[in-house]
């Protein structure tokens, strides 16, 4: 995660917004990574197979964003590591360089090959892109405290609402005008919206204590295989009592 100093900005509606410190995981939530929150029992593969550029499940987009998640199956994420989703005014503050207020999060210079997205001077050429990334593939376009794919990649889900809907920002590698991945751009979507073009990543507030998902995987792969060398030991046990009594029975019958 990287520490994003607090500050104040304005927002596009002209109010003026206080952000406190906070920590932004450097990435996007991975496929992999959200595997490992499904291998654990928290989260849910229902519904990740949304479309065929989907992520979760395919071998060789372990390293993309994963995408076609709801809010709740990202807020469930976020607390299994006891982070949370970001407000969309923390986000904001993180996408446009905190007091720097550029436009996007390397500068104002429009996107070209700075992120995964389909528009004008992307590396495939406008209209040509057909899917994701692999996250912090385009190191040119973080922000200034390390942040990637903050323009590009996956829209992100936040922990802000606007009625019923919840708020999404960033651009993502399906947008074909700077515009959608501008710092300020926000979108929205219903909480339970499953699209192939968004994700999310999470947050903290200083000093929150959260799950190394990493230690956490290597615990249960010592578990199981603790349980495999157990119910084995098990079987070889019952399976010479089985043994016994065929000899017993033998030794009867002559």
Same mark, same amino acid.
């Given at each position: 995660?990287?520490w994003?100093?607090?500050?104040r900005f304005v927002?596009?509606?002209r109010v003026?917004?206080?952000v406190a410190?906070f ?9 992999? !990574?959200?595997a /490992?929150?499904v291998?654990?029992?928290t989260c ?7 479309s065929?550029?989907?992520t979760?499940g395919?071998?060789?987009r372990a ?7 709801? %809010?709740?199956?990202? &807020? !469930?994420f976020c ?6 989703l ?5 986000w904001? %503050?993180?996408a446009?360089g ?5 436009a996007f999060p %390397?500068? &104002?210079?429009?996107?070209?090959d700075?992120?995964c %997205? /389909?528009g004008?001077g992307?590396a495939?050429g406008?209209?040509?892109r ?6 912090a593939?385009?190191?040119?376009g ?8 903050? !323009?590009?990649g996956?829209?992100?889900?936040t922990?802000?609402a606007?009625?019923?809907? *919840?708020?999404v920002?960033?651009?993502?590698w ?12 926000r979108?929205m979507n219903g909480?339970?919206?499953?699209l192939?073009l968004?994700?999310?990543r999470?947050?903290?507030p200083?000093? !929150?204590?959260?799950?190394?998902p990493?230690?956490?995987a290597?615990v249960?792969a010592r &578990? *199981?295989?603790?349980e495999?060398?157990?119910a084995?030991r098990?079987a070889?046990s ?10 017993i029975i033998?030794?009867?019958?002559e």
């Amino acid at each position: 995660m990287r520490w994003i100093e607090g500050g104040r900005f304005v927002r596009n509606d002209r109010v003026v917004v206080t952000v406190a410190p906070f920590c932004l995981d450097a990435t996007e939530v991975t496929a992999a !990574a959200y595997a /490992d929150c499904v291998d654990n029992g928290t989260c849910s593969a229902e519904g990740l197979d949304c479309s065929p550029r989907a992520t979760y499940g395919v071998r060789e987009r372990a390293r993309h964003p994963v995408n076609c998640v709801t %809010w709740f199956d990202a &807020d !469930a994420f976020c607390r299994d590591l006891g982070k949370r989703l970001p407000s969309e005014e923390e986000w904001e %503050w993180a996408a446009r360089g905190r007091d720097r207020g550029t436009a996007f999060p %390397w500068g &104002d210079l429009p996107p070209g090959d700075r992120a995964c %997205w /389909d528009g004008e001077g992307n590396a495939l050429g406008r209209g040509e892109r057909a899917g994701t990334c692999p996250v912090a593939s385009f190191p040119a376009g973080d922000s200034p405290g390390g942040v990637s794919d903050l !323009a590009g990649g996956v829209r992100e889900w936040t922990a802000s609402a606007e009625g019923k809907s *919840r708020i999404v920002r960033g651009g993502s590698w399906g947008d074909t005008e700077p515009a959608f991945l501008s710092s300020s751009f926000r979108g929205m979507n219903g909480p339970e919206d499953r699209l192939e073009l968004t994700g999310f990543r999470c947050a903290t507030p200083p000093g !929150a204590k959260v799950v190394d998902p990493a230690a956490r995987a290597a615990v249960r792969a010592r &578990d *199981r295989e603790r349980e495999r060398v157990e119910a084995a030991r098990r079987a070889k046990s019952q399976g010479a009592v089985d043994l016994s009594g065929v000899r017993i029975i033998r030794d009867q019958e002559e």
